[in-house]
């Protein structure tokens, strides 16, 4: 799933790459005591503090620059436009699934539990009813840092055996909460890399849909916007217009949070119509572009 308005604006707040990272304070140990008394022992001389390797966070980039990146691994970004965004890059379609698919199934999949984790047989059973694959469960993702934890924390307890990039996913989560400690909040979006089913534009669009999203977890002000958005100026027929839509989609339509932020994200945020199209939605365009211009109000700039 993909993104919009932003991208000129947020490639216009374009910024060098650059490294941002925190130096860890060392405590020394003590000196070490000695195994007999001495006489007249002189005072130890203070043992000397070695500097521990600076701890690298995800190196800071603008979307244009995650965009043009060609990831031959899973790799973390640091959106510069705000920096409790941070975008995972995957090499294709596969290796993104792999790390999030488990995740999408408990947070936010129609039908499937909510409470615990589901393993290898019974994700690949609920992925092959939603007449998926693996590869095409969801075509980007987006999740609060707290709910991400809080799958590590299910997995962990149920014994789920991780993926490869479910324990990659694990441990990025992990530095990046040092760099945001709780309870600040942050979001981790994703986009596949270019592949058979992935061309360049379905690329740009899985990254400003995701981008939105991340927006709107990491945006508490654009987030009640949208809110407002949702409960006055949509119609009762339009939002249900939207639930079924995304119920085909596989989002669960009874978390109205996923509701709204989907109805955001393929409104203002998702320019490639093969991803959406206001009719999809049972909108005519003039109608899309009104709901557009308010959700726009006070969109991240
Ligand atoms: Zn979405």
Redesign the pocket.
Known sequence: ???VIGAAAIAAAGVAGGLWWWRAVDTPDPPPKPDLPTLAAPAPAPAPIAPRPAEIGPRIATQAEILAHRAEAPTMFRLDANPRIFVADFPNLDRQGAAFNRTAALVEKAGLPRDRVLDDAALAAAIARSGDTPGTY?Y???YRGRDLERFFALADRDGIALTRDEAWLRDELARIRRLVPAPGEFAIVSVPGLEERVDAAMREAILQ??V??GHFFADARFAEHVAQVWRDTFTEAERAAFRAFLAREG?DPAIEE?MM??AM??LI??PDPRFFQPVHAGLTDQRADQLRAALRGRAPQ
């Open positions: 799933m993909p993104v969801y980007g993702h987006n849909h995701e939105g999203h989002y996923v932020n989907e994200a393929y945020f998702t």
